[in-house]
């Protein structure tokens, strides 16, 4: 396995493919992170087309177990916010 891409090295890549500036594809990268938490927290859903969708879920209370002490512990309900990735992706990297 190769080294993972940096944030410098995919804004220069995606400004070379697009013929944008560093600084726009930055802008946008940064517009569509904004849109996606927006819509998940009012809508519960944010899908990208091609890449999967980001999903609000509930999650129940349940009984959890310390793995040091083996004690039961009582684990509170709450809400996750999980990311399905879209078939198409699954195909085209698997």
Do not use: C, H, W
């Not at 938490?37 to 509930?58: D, M, S």
Request: cysteine-free; hydrophobic content about 45%; glycine content about 6%.
């Amino acid at each position: 396995m190769g080294k993972k891409m940096t944030k410098s090295q995919l804004l220069t890549m995606l400004a070379e493919k697009t013929n944008l500036s560093k600084k726009e594809v930055a802008n946008l990268l940064d517009e569509l992170a904004s849109l996606a938490y927006k819509e998940v927290k009012k809508n519960g859903e944010f899908a990208l087309p091609g890449f999967g969708k980001l999903v609000k879920v509930r999650r129940k209370a349940r009984i959890g177990r310390n793995p040091a002490t083996g004690e039961e512990i009582k684990i509170p309900a709450k809400t996750v916010v999980k990311f399905r990735l879209a078939k198409a992706a699954k195909e085209a990297v698997l």
